[in-house]
């Protein structure tokens, strides 16, 4: 079950957090994964970790909102593991910040890594994946987009876009067999929360309530996400496509 031997999968912002679990997940279930990060460092400590533990990985540096850095690190995973099967746009950065506070210059940051970083990706990959007549893409959104968050009003919106580019890829690229579909964390415990909750009482005060507003009761795990990624990268999901499924315990239902 759910089995991607010999896949190649891309996860970009793979180095640490949600991406970490994320590319972990996918290479024991036999997946070569392509950890693409802007942190080259930490995207190698995790790739050699994946070499120990689990499987096959390889680290490759780039900036998302560059896309030609993403077509060269694209060219580079197909020189060692093949043309890209599984996309994972992981890849995202936000700080809480109630709106009428913000500033233009962060909202062209939010918006170039959460929205236009992904498009760049999508873009790098598609074309392969058309010509193969298969390909997985699965974009991480954020319950933010789903309900709304106090404080992050331009990242919420972006991550909205996220879904809404995403089905309608779904439509468009359904006759080649490629499916796209969303995963939306809830709050998850991973270094972008602590660098938020470091940088703002706000963001403290705020993410602090969640274990009392998520109906399970506590807040997410990185690996939690990362199974989800695993089910729509298989087999086992290649009827479904245009989906946004939220991993947030009950946070979203709907
Ligand atoms: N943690 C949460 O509570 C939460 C909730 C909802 C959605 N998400 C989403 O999950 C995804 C992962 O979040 P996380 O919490 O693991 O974040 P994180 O900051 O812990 O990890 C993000 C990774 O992305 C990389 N990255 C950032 N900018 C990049 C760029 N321009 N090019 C390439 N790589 C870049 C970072 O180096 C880092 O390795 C993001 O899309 C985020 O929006 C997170």
Redesign the pocket.
């Known amino acids: 079950m759910f089995e991607l031997n010999n896949k190649t999968a891309l996860v970009?912002?793979?180095?640490?957090?949600?991406?970490?679990a994320i590319s972990c997940a996918l290479a024991k279930q036999g997946a070569n994964v392509a950890i693409?990060?802007?942190?080259e460092a930490?995207?190698r400590q995790t790739a050699d970790l994946i070499n120990k533990e689990y499987g096959k990985a390889m680290a490759v540096q780039?900036?998302?909102?560059d896309i030609e850095k993403v077509k060269k690190a694209v060219a580079t995973i197909k020189e060692q593991f093949g043309p890209v099967d599984i996309l994972v746009?992981?890849?995202?950065?936000?700080r809480m910040i109630p709106f009428v506070k913000t500033t233009p210059e962060f909202w062209d940051k939010v918006i170039?890594?959460?929205y236009k970083?992904m498009l760049n990706c999508v873009y790098s990959v598609i074309h392969d994946m058309i010509e193969k007549n298969h390909g997985k893409i699965i974009n991480?959104?954020?319950?933010?987009a789903r309900v709304g968050s106090s404080g992050e009003a331009v990242?919420a919106g972006a991550?909205g876009a996220i879904i809404a580019f995403s089905k309608s890829l779904a439509r468009e690229v359904a006759r080649n067999q490629i499916t796209v579909n969303v995963i939306?964390?809830?709050?998850?415990?991973?270094?972008?929360?602590?660098?938020m909750k470091d940088e703002s009482e706000f963001a403290t005060k705020v993410l602090s309530k969640m274990d009392k507003i998520i109906p399970l009761g506590r807040?997410?795990t990185?690996e939690e996400?990362g199974a989800a990624v695993v089910f729509f990268a298989s087999k086992e999901a290649d009827f479904i496509t245009g989906q946004t499924l939220s991993v947030?315990g009950g946070l979203t239902m709907s």
Not at 62 to 65: H, P
Not at 89 to 94: K, L, P, Q, T, V
Not at 184 to 195: A, E, I, K, R, V
């Open positions: 970009t912002g793979g180095a640490q957090g949600i991406g970490k693409a990060d802007i942190d930490i995207a780039a900036d998302i909102t746009n992981n890849a995202g950065w936000d170039d890594i959460n970083g991480i959104g954020s319950d933010a990242y991550k939306c964390p809830g709050p998850t415990d991973t270094p972008l929360t602590q660098q807040t997410g990185p996400i947030s």
